[in-house]
């Protein structure tokens, strides 16, 4: 989506001044990330994409593996000599991998799950947190997932994954309290992305059918509740997990 078309869509809704940030957003070429950086540039920002994948399309994209440490390093570098500063930082890249039970489960995409949606998360927030602190302002808001309040079954790694990063995010979230930079995190239930292709189809539809609004969530939903925590308007919470579920989540 376009940046006029995102504030065009959102007409009537909240509105924010980001004019003068610079904000992060990895996995950003596509889906929930895409959205993000839609919204984030509609409001002012200037918005540098990090992915795996290179994309002519995307002159103000980063090429970074964020579960290789040497691959942050270098994004940061890279960033901060294009913009200068990092003000944002929205850590949406993950890998959902696939929906069998954990008996059948082959390490080692158990372990690129954790490494992408757990590991990446720890690597990205270490290298760009010390960025803002240096600043005394900044914003992270890391994309969790009901799985990891729920533990979705037949998802036991993409589960685990979220529920580490939401422990992750009440952690840092303390550690840095009085620095300036909130850290949040937002928890969807399933959301209309590429990235539910990588799921079985009777997986996905047992999600649709636990919502009490009997749909999937839209990027765009996302990318609202992403941009609050991303505003100056977000300014007294921190460590928090912010469930967006059409009514599923219990606690």
């Keep these: 989506m376009s ?16 004019s003068g940030l610079v904000a992060v957003v990895t996995g950003g070429l596509t889906g929930i990330g895409a959205e993000i950086a839609a919204a984030l540039k509609a409001w002012g920002a200037e918005v540098c994409l990090w992915d ?5 399309e995307a002159p103000d994209q980063v090429v970074c593996d964020v579960s290789q440490s040497q ?36 390490e080692d995409e158990w372990r690129r799950i954790i490494d992408v949606n757990l590991n990446g998360t720890f690597l990205v927030s270490k290298a760009v947190a010390p960025v803002m602190v240096s600043s005394g302002w900044g914003r992270v808001v890391n994309i969790a997932s009901l799985a990891g309040k729920e533990g979705t079954p037949n998802s ?45 189809p009777s997986h996905v539809q047992t999600m649709i ?26 300014s007294f919470s921190t460590g928090a997990v912010f469930d967006l579920s059409g009514g599923r989540a219990t606690y």
């Design 3 to 18: 940046n006029s078309s995102f504030a065009e869509e959102t007409k009537g809704h909240a509105r924010y001044d980001m």
């Design 52 to 56: 795996m994948r290179a994309s002519a």
């Design 71 to 106: 691959s942050v390093s270098q994004a940061v570098a890279t960033t901060l000599s294009r913009f200068s500063r990092i003000d944002i930082l929205v850590n949406n890249a993950g890998f959902a991998g696939s929906t069998v039970p954990v008996f059948d489960y082959a």
């Design 209 to 234: 059918d636990k919502s009490p609004m009997k749909r999937l969530g839209a990027p765009s939903e996302v990318a609202e509740l992403v941009s609050w925590l991303c505003s100056r308007s977000c």
């Design 156 to 200: 036991a790694a993409y589960s685990a994954s979220k529920a580490g990063v939401i422990a992750f995010t009440k952690a840092l979230g303390k550690e840095l309290a009085q620095t300036g930079v909130l850290v949040n995190a937002v928890a969807p239930a399933a959301v209309e992305t590429e990235l539910l292709k990588q799921m079985n």
